[in-house]
């Protein structure tokens, strides 16, 4: 039965943050904020997450940085970052005056770098959550190497919880054989939310002249070519965590959304999509709205992790 416009209720409460609809956008493909705010009105958005910052700034990799695959792009920008205090200085008044939630993606090289990013990070206004990025595949130190190993998320999760009273959401890499170890282990350790998934570790090779796409050799693969993975990973960590997801990989689309949602993922984030078509995000909000019209459903809520196996 089709229902009422007016009686669509898209919020979403992931802990500590109070969305409006469940669509965010994701680190590394929305800048600061700033940058996409002559496209769209920003206040439209659930959340957004921002660029990881690192506790100075960084450069990045040597480019090229990004090559096109037949589905999606690979990425080697190695964090390139403005560094936290610039972060707080230049960033933060923009992105507090749009009155939406604010989640700060951070990462470091090792487990003193997170824990000081989230004492200071826990002084600034207006810092909704921290998103822990223990999956950046481009980086030589830290990144994914927390996020691959057990132990070591456990570690990085238990003393950034001791650091901060923010809510703590980690953000988990695919490049794993189980990660539902992973999920369980940063939840044993205190984290509020959990986001999935960051990018495939990938390569490409110009046949021509016989070297890599990417000055990095390796990057990291997004878009559509992605999201099956991110779909199965999602539903995996679902069906063993307490704690809500925000899933993400190769959302193009309300549909595709719409998968995540039904999957298990409470909110859901747009990447490689922004660069494509920046209201995106707009269309997907949108989409979302019109099929729970078209259904009957009157609260997303409903729908999260509503996939019928029988
Ligand atoms: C150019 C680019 C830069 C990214 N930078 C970051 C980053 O700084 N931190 C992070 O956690 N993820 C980063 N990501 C990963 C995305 O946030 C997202 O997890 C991934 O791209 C999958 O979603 P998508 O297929 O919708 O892009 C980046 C992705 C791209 C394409």
Redesign the pocket.
Known sequence: MEIKQNDINLCIDLPGIKMKNPTMV????FGYGEEYSSFFDLRELGAIVT??ITLRPRVGNRPPR?SETPS??L?A?G?QNVGLEKFISDKMPFLREISIPIIV?I?GEDVSEYVEIAQRLSEIPDVSAL?L?I??PNVSKGGMQFGSNTKMTHDLVSAVRCATELPIIV?LSPNVTNIVEIALSAEEAGADVLSL???LLGMAIDINTRRPKLGNITG?L??PA?RPIAIRMVWQVFNKVKIPIIG????MTASDALEFIIAGAKAV?????NFVNPISVLEVIKGIREYMQQKGIANVNDLVGSLDVS
């Open positions: 994701a680190s590394g493909t660029k990881s990004i999606g792009i990425n920008i964090l993606s990462s998103e990025n999956s950046c953000k998934i960051n990018t990291g997004s878009g992605i993400m990989g190769g959302i984030s747009i990447g490689t999509a």
